[in-house]
T-cell receptor, first 117, second 120 residues
């Protein structure tokens, strides 16, 4: 079984600052995916970024980037030039990469990120 | 294009009653997932359907929970004899899964807006 840990229940930064959300995980699997999802008050889960474990290069999506440290089982999310619309719950998630390519996600408890004007 | 839809958006029921929650996945998506989001437990995987294969029920918390997927499309999650601890947001997600040659490919799960269930 996998576990995902997010140690920061809440974070608050000023608009335009850079913020890093932490995530660690535990697994015996070698092939897997890691994700960051955003959930605004509307409840809609939105994929922010993903990382395949076999890729050494850190994923980036515009202002969002990750620091993936496979040996340390760490997967942090960096948000640059933060915007008011980034205010949301952020969930780190793990998915085993199986022959079917589909599996249930294991989520962390989430970090509530507040961007202050 | 239409995303994943869920109904109802909110459901209030009395303890002991049965409830049915509905999920309409994105057209053409072969895989469908149910998750539960509660204050105490966070986000938990419940069940996963892939095509016509037997569902992976490993996350269902008790035998009061069951789910069906008719015709490989719409799914209903049924909770019998509801308890107060069943109060949560129930999220559905779908993805397209291609099964070929033993290789897997990344398949993003697209989530619906959820159903908030309150058991009084």
């Amino acid at each position: 079984a996998q576990t995902v840990t997010q140690s920061q229940p809440e974070m608050s930064v000023q608009e335009a600052e850079t913020v890093t959300l932490s995530c660690t995980y535990d697994t015996s699997e070698n092939n897997y995916y890691l994700f960051w999802y955003k959930q605004p008050p509307s409840r809609q889960m939105i994929l922010v970024i993903r990382q395949e474990a076999y890729k050494q290069q850190n994923a980036t999506e515009n202002r969002f980037s990750v620091n993936f440290q496979k040996a340390a089982k760490s997967f942090s999310l960096k948000i640059s030039d933060s915007q008011l619309g980034d205010t949301a719950m952020y969930f780190c998630a793990f998915m085993k990469r199986g022959p079917g390519g589909a599996d249930g996600l294991t989520f962390g408890k989430g970090t509530h990120l507040i961007i202050q004007p | 294009g239409a995303g994943v839809s869920q109904s109802p958006s909110n459901k209030v029921t009395e303890k002991g009653k049965d409830v049915e929650l509905r999920c309409d996945p994105i057209s053409g998506h072969t895989a469908l997932y149910w998750y539960r989001q509660s204050l105490g437990q966070g986000l938990e995987f419940l069940i996963y359907f892939q095509g016509n294969s037997a569902p992976d029920k490993s996350g269902l918390p008790s035998d009061r929970f069951s789910a069906e997927r008719t015709g490989g499309s719409v799914s209903t999650l049924t909770i019998q004899r509801t308890q107060q601890e069943d109060s949560a947001v129930y999220l559905c997600a779908s993805s397209f899964v291609r099964l070929a040659g033993g290789t897997s490919s990344y398949n993003e799960q697209f989530f619906g807006p959820g159903t908030r269930l309150t058991v009084l």
